[in-house]
């Protein structure tokens, strides 16, 4: 799962900067490959263990797999939420370099130095600046997830 989980960023990429339907399918196969992992690993790992450890440690075993999946359901989306909440600060960070000082001024009525409290009011936005950044600046917002992705296959 985890190279599965890695390659993500850079189908995404591939679909930002194409217009082929291709890398569509290919994130759609490997996020459906991805899910499917994680069924089986969960109907499987009783039988898993008892061939490891021996029918005696199954309950134990499993009792506390069982209760890290769980912390790792709550934790987890806090976690990934956080590296969104990053990824998507910086990006309105480089973005917001990109513009000119007076033309920020004049859009959000408020200087540049700002740029956080106007980010944490939504008053900023990615598509905001994308209206006032210099013409061929790519948008980052296919991008955003990429830092969370990689993040999440290393812990995988």
């Not at 029918?55 to 956080?82: D, E, Q």
């Not at 909440?85 to 408020?110: H, I, M, W």
């Amino acid at each position: 799962a985890a190279p599965l989980a890695a390659s993500i960023p850079s189908i995404t990429q591939w679909a930002a900067t194409t217009g082929s339907p291709l890398p569509l399918y290919a994130f759609y196969g490997s996020t459906l490959l991805m899910i499917s992992f994680y069924g089986g690993l969960a109907s499987l790992m009783p039988a898993y263990i008892s061939d490891l450890w021996g029918l005696k440690h199954v309950g134990a075993i499993h009792g506390r797999l069982m209760t890290a999946w769980s912390a790792a359901a709550i934790l987890g989306p806090s976690i990934l939420a956080y590296c969104r909440r990053e990824s998507y600060n910086r990006a309105c960070s480089d973005l917001a370099g990109k513009v000119d000082p007076n033309a920020f001024l004049q859009t959000f009525g408020a200087p540049i130095e700002r740029l956080q409290e106007l980010v944490d009011a939504k008053t900023v936005t990615i598509a905001r600046l994308m209206d006032i950044v210099p013409s061929g600046t790519m948008d980052p917002s296919p991008l955003l997830y990429d830092s969370t992705l990689y993040s999440c296959s290393a812990m995988l």
